[in-house]
């Protein structure tokens, strides 16, 4: 194969814009941009977000909207309007949207340039980045997609003063995965914040644009994860089964809850089998109870813990496969983890939980 265009094919490569004018920045990108038409995807609570959209698709909120029929009609609704390989489109939402507009414009007419304008904060530091897209399918969730970058994200606080205090704790947890792959610093200021305090809009900015930079480098090393990505798995091998048992014997948790008490089991885990410091493991492990409510689990819920886990999609034969950390910044991934070391963390968990 030619290398110089699967590079170009395959490169990640995605211009992160970070700013609070978001208008400004949209107007820059048009300026720049050659182009036929621009047409934008948002959902029924996004779309109210930004000045009146022009050429404004409009699918429904939430993770039912991401389905097949629903890309069947942002497709028909691009053909109405003219969309051609020349065009550009917009997507204004939370991961939901940047998903499925985005999978909807990589495969339409075999690919449109698209832009993703985060609105929440998961999706400003994990969705919109990184060229994953996809939707819902047959129950499972992200089961059909494709990896394909948005060509610009643009990266804004703005739109958090009217996200719910669950959203910004769920995608805050991202945050701090980030910044535990690379960063003590970081780390440790982040432990500091207080949700219950005004957003500071200029302070968060330099986090996200911190948190994004994480990412956006592991995954220009490894588009595809086939390998080094893995990194980003960082507390959701543990983080998925206690999101699948929260959904199916409890009450659903946001995903970033179940992340951040993954964090706290992974990191625990890495004390153990990699000697990562006791210390870091005893602050992480008190920011999270203070503000990521647990669900009460107990010993009862090990055995399906443990088997969601090693069905996890990132486990193989069965075994339990983790990234861990030696220190902070240091990760070593693809990590088997023994029933017996999980049993004990989760122990130690609910201690820290006070579960
Ligand atoms: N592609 C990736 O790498 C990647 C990574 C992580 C998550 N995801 C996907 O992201 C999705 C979850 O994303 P999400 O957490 O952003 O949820 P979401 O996009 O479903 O948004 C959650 C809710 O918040 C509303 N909303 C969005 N922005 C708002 C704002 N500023 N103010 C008020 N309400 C707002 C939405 O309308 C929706 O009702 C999942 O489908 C997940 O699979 C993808
Ligand atoms: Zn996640």
Not at 48 to 60: E, G, K, Q, V
Not at 298 to 303: M, S
Request: proline share 3%.
């Amino acid at each position: 194969m030619n290398s110089e265009c699967s590079e170009r094919f395959y490169s990640m490569k995605q211009n992160l814009i970070f700013t609070n004018d978001v208008e400004a920045a949209v107007e820059q990108l048009k300026a720049r941009i050659d182009h036929n038409l621009a047409v934008w995807i948002a959902d029924v609570n996004t779309e109210r977000l930004l000045f009146a959209l022009p050429n404004l698709i409009t699918i429904n909120d939430g993770e039912r909207a991401k389905s097949w029929e629903t890309v069947r009609n942002v497709w028909l609704e691009m053909e109405h309007a003219g969309v051609t390989r020349h065009s550009l489109v917009f997507n204004l939402g939370g991961g939901m949207v940047t998903d499925l507009g985005g999978f909807a414009a990589a495969t339409f007419k075999r690919g449109v340039r698209f832009i993703n304008v985060p609105t929440t904060l998961l999706g400003a530091v994990d969705a919109a980045v990184g060229g994953k897209t996809g939707f819902n399918f047959c129950g499972l969730k992200n089961e059909i997609g494709t990896f394909a970058p948005a060509s610009d994200v643009i990266i804004s606080t703005r739109f958090f003063d009217t996200l719910p205090p669950e959203e910004m704790k769920s995608g805050f947890a991202e945050v701090i995965k980030h910044a535990m792959l690379s960063d003590r610093g970081e780390f440790l200021r982040l432990l500091d914040h207080d949700f219950a305090a005004p957003i500071d809009h200029d302070d968060l900015l330099e986090r996200l644009r911190r948190s994004v930079q994480v990412k956006a480098d592991i995954v220009d090393r490894d588009p595809n994860e086939q390998g080094e990505r893995k990194a980003l798995n960082l507390g959701h091998t543990i983080g998925h089964a206690f999101e699948s048992l929260a959904m199916s014997g409890y009450e659903a948790v946001p995903h970033g809850y179940a992340v951040a008490w993954g964090l706290v089991t992974e990191a625990i885990l890495s004390h153990i089998k990699l000697g990562f410091p006791s210390e870091d493991v005893h602050r992480l492990g008190h920011f999270v109870r203070d503000n990521y409510r647990g669900f009460p689990f107990d010993c009862g819920d090990y055995d399906e813990l443990l088997d969601l886990m090693s069905h996890d999609k990132k486990s193989r034969d069965g075994e339990i496969t983790c990234t861990l950390l030696a220190t902070i910044g240091d990760y070593r991934i693809d990590q088997t983890v023994t029933t017996d070391e999980v049993t004990t963390a989760l122990d130690i968990l609910r201690d820290h939980l006070g579960l």
